[in-house]
């Protein structure tokens, strides 16, 4: 089957078991502080996990993009992907683990209506209970699972694994139903129950896995092989979450208010299993990719040496292309920090395979016309996005090169890359230092990390001493109109992020007593009602009489909740993060500054843009004042 029609018959599944169809959500979350990007089917299903009512019911599902930036090393092996689908069914207070799982067995298995795979070729995996957290063992989902394959005549045999590591002693043991401990069958946003916050909601769960009977165990993965053994020989397609705990203290679960049931299967392993293949970069969306690459390169990718660079690029583009059309662009802060590693990294990649400057953006059309049907706005986007991949290409391609001999030399050298030598291809070279570290691997060498991050202190100390009048966002003096207008600063960037999206980025500003000026990233003149009503947004938040305060904290605790920042290689190990609005008012604007700023924007007057014009190339410029 193609990705398409395995969407399509999953959606079509569960709309008639009574479920209410929704849309992706963005790869941008916009109610969650605590990450980057939307990195799994739940997280925008949260508040409902958690009690709040859907306004369409209590059965959901959906098909979510996701995007998963831990993964972005593990990419090159054939069955992970840093962008992918997430197929998901919910029961919120509605059904729970007996339909869950007869439907699910169904899907997975009918011809007709769902996927029509071998029952002979699933295996399932169950939580094995956590003592300490007095959470107890899950043979509810057992029973019903042994009930599900004896309607198709196969016996279905419990094994006691527990750990991971039990799992490659113990083996196979002719079952088809294993007990794992929590690290590998309890499921939350926080981990284990022992690393969950406090006030975060879990639950034991059930995951389903594909054998791929042609494949050998590979012994460098453990003794003997098991469900959860990462050799090739099985491979999770979907994971039964039975959300019905919350965490209230330390060894202490109390049940939910109601119970649900979050399934997450991922579109495209679901797809290859179809088709039993074991290299999920055989599926169509990704094949297609791979079939462009082979005809600018001129290799195939069933015989090639660098198989491995075929599938980096071709995840990586399809990853970037949809992270752009959600908003994010290449940058070195934020989100855009990965968008730009995983361009640079696909450049690299191609240089391995021979290809030449400047086709990557060809990818783009291919990625486009794949998801034409079900993301149009991926489609009708698709010239700005070749536009953004291009740039990128044309900023790094000659860096690569110069990099790449500068690289061979220190090698020649150094055992051991040196923090010098590592710092040196990143201030010099534009080297992110993962692209170092990856480089040193294939050359069996290793990276200095502990002195790299001291050259980097020692860079940011020198930058700072120059910066401070940056730092503190273009502020000539500490007046009082002058602080009013550097507040109002941050209400512009919060509005033009708002009403143009995600990838405005702050390029620099100038504040006097008389007004402000803000550049900003933006590659097209503002219409007047953007200008309208980017000056509601702002004059909104002066006529509510917002609180601003700021707290002190690490530049990665300010990542994490989703402050915004400019001149970020200017940043001490503890920054300021000013913050507009709070719990009772909704916060507005979470930023990275030194101030000073007005303690209340009711303080502010009427904004009022005077002025909007180009400032250079891709970057724009405000000249607004207070009445």
């Known amino acids: 089957m193609k990705t398409a029609e395995v969407r399509k018959r999953y959606l079509d599944f569960f709309a008639s078991k009574g479920h209410r169809i929704v849309p992706s959500a963005s790869l941008v979350p916009t109610d969650d502080p605590t990450t980057l990007f939307t990195g799994s089917g739940m997280q925008p299903m949260v508040p409902y996990l958690l009690g709040e009512d859907h306004p369409l019911g209590s059965r959901i599902v959906d098909s979510q993009k996701c995007f998963r930036a831990e993964d972005i090393e593990e990419i090159g092996d054939n069955r992970h992907t840093t962008f992918f689908e997430m197929l998901g069914n919910w029961s919120l207070g509605d059904y729970f683990k007996e339909e869950q799982l007869s ?296 860096a690569l090169d110069r990099g790449l001999k500068e690289f061979r030399k220190i090698i020649e050298k150094e055992d051991k890359i040196s923090g010098k030598g590592a710092f040196k291809l990143f201030t010099t070279h534009g080297f992110p230092f993962e692209l170092t570290e990856e480089l040193a691997r294939e050359y069996g060498k290793e990276v200095d990390k502990e002195a790299f991050e001291e050259e980097y202190r020692i860079h940011q100390e020198e930058s700072r001493k120059g910066a401070d009048k940056k730092f503190k966002g273009g502020l000539g003096d500490t007046g009082e109109m002058s602080v009013k207008y550097h507040t109002a600063t941050h209400l512009l960037n919060a509005a033009l992020r708002d009403v143009l999206g995600e990838h405005v980025e702050q390029k620099g500003s100038n504040i006097t007593p008389e007004r402000l000026r803000f550049d900003f990233s933006h590659s097209e003149k503002l219409t007047e009602e953007e200008k309208k009503e980017i000056e509601t947004f702002v004059n909104g938040a002066i006529e509510r009489s917002l609180p601003v305060s700021y707290s002190e904290m690490t530049l990665e605790e300010a990542r994490a909740q989703g402050a915004v920042g400019v001149f970020e290689d200017k940043y001490e190990e503890k920054v300021r993060v000013y913050k507009i609005g709070d719990r009772s008012t909704g916060v507005v604007s979470l930023e990275i500054c030194g101030g000073p700023h007005v303690e209340n924007t009711g303080e502010l007057g009427k904004f009022r843009i005077k002025k909007e014009e180009a400032s250079s190339a891709g970057v724009r410029r405000i000249k607004a004042i207070l009445e």
Not at 112 to 131: C, M, N, Q, S, W
Not at 154 to 178: C, D, K, M, P, Y
Not at 223 to 247: A, T, W
Request: glycine residues 8%.
């Open 103 to 398: 439907w699910l067995f169904e899907f997975l298995t009918d011809k007709e209506a769902g996927l029509g795979l071998d029952p002979e070729r699933l295996y399932i995996t169950v939580f094995h209970g956590d003592k300490n957290n007095d959470l107890p063992k899950d043979t509810e989902s057992v029973e019903i699972w042994k009930s599900l394959f004896k309607q198709k005549n196969i016996e279905a045999n419990e094994v006691e694994v527990g750990t991971e590591e039990n799992g490659s002693e113990i083996g196979l043991e002719g079952g088809r139903i294993f007990y794992y401990d929590a690290s590998k069958n309890w499921w939350s946003r926080g981990g284990t129950p022992d690393d969950m916050p406090v006030g975060e909601p879990g639950g034991p769960d059930s995951e389903v896995f594909y054998e791929f009977q042609d494949v050998e165990h590979d012994p460098a993965f453990g003794k003997k092989c098991h469900p959860n053994c990462d050799c090739g020989r099985f491979l999770e397609i979907g994971n039964s979450v039975f959300m019905q705990y919350v965490k209230k203290a330390e060894g202490h679960f109390e049940k939910l208010p109601k119970e649900n049931v979050d399934f997450g299967g991922g579109l495209e392993r679901l797809t290859a299993v179809t088709e039993d293949f074991s290299d999920i970069f055989k599926i169509d969306v990704l094949r297609s990719i791979i079939e462009r690459l082979e005809d600018h390169s001129g290799e195939r990718y069933e015989n090639s040496e660098n198989k491995n660079s075929f599938r980096v690029i071709a995840d990586h583009i399809r990853g970037a292309v949809f992270m752009i059309s959600d908003g994010v662009t290449p940058s070195n802060s934020e989100r855009g920090y990965f968008v730009r590693r995983l361009i640079r990294r696909s450049i690299r990649h191609a240089n391995l395979l021979g290809i030449e400057t400047k086709k990557l953006k060809d990818l783009v059309s291919v990625v486009a016309n794949n998801y034409r049907e079900v993301y149009p706005e991926v489609f009708e986007s698709q010239e700005w996005i070749q536009d953004e991949i291009e740039s990128e290409e044309s900023k790094f391609k000659l």
